[in-house]
């Protein structure tokens, strides 16, 4: 329906800013299954400039002040071990899942076409990090932060407002400081609105017809499936 193409993987320009409602950083920005779909879509071309940011995210607090999280796991953890050295170890232990959920390569295939021979070859690759990771998978990030048993309330204050009062499950928190930390997950300049542009003109440089600012007027359905519309 938009005269613009992204749904909401978005952004739109006001008073000399650009409000971007969809990217902030993109997974598989070096290696990985993910990139050879960026670069196959344009995502990802050898003209697009990444930006693999110092600090992935800064806040502030009205009564504990500033909380800063590093891209460099390293750094971070040496941050995090100066403001609560009482938690040094449920820290080392943290930062030492996302240093081992980092090397984890993500699979080609989504789960709907995934085949047993799929999981049994990453299972024999680490076997013992497969096993890890489906445990985090399986519990929140709240649960996971009290399985740490960290004492600083500072530290605790801001883990859980970031990543524990939403439904985030402990996986997402720690491969995605995991990816970060091996500069895979960085930010492509322009953001959503040009790499959604790049899609665009990959798409009709293959023949493709693209319609915007129209409506759905029927949703074709055979056998209870949709398979068009029109």
């Avoid at 800013?17 to 670069?39: P, Q």
Wanted: with cysteine.
């Amino acid at each position: 329906m938009h005269k613009v193409p992204g749904g909401q993987c978005t952004a739109w320009d006001r008073n000399g800013y650009r409000f971007d409602y969809c990217l902030h950083w993109l997974i598989g920005t070096r290696f990985s299954a993910f990139n050879e779909v960026w670069r196959e879509t344009h995502v990802i071309t050898d003209e697009v400039k990444i930006v693999d940011n110092e600090i992935h995210s800064m806040v502030c607090d009205s009564k504990w002040g500033e909380f800063i999280i590093y891209s460099n796991v390293d750094q971070w953890q040496k941050y995090l071990i100066d403001m609560a050295p009482e938690d040094e170890k449920g820290i080392r232990k943290m930062c030492g899942h996302m240093r081992d959920a980092a090397v984890f390569e993500p699979m080609a295939q989504p789960p709907a076409f995934r085949s047993f021979m799929d999981y049994f070859k990453v299972f024999l690759k680490n076997p013992v990090l497969l096993v890890r990771l489906r445990h985090f998978s399986e519990i929140s990030a709240r649960t996971y932060f009290e399985s740490l048993k960290l004492k600083n309330p500072r530290l605790t204050y801001f883990l859980n407002k970031l990543f524990g009062e939403i439904d985030f499950s402990a996986l997402v928190v720690i491969m995605m400081l995991g990816w970060f930390h091996i500069k895979n997950a960085g930010y492509l300049i322009g953001g959503s609105l040009a790499l959604t542009m790049r899609m665009v003109n990959r798409y009709r440089s293959l023949g493709g017809e693209l319609s915007l600012g129209m409506k759905v007027e029927k949703i074709l359905v055979e056998d209870d499936r949709a398979v068009g519309i029109c």
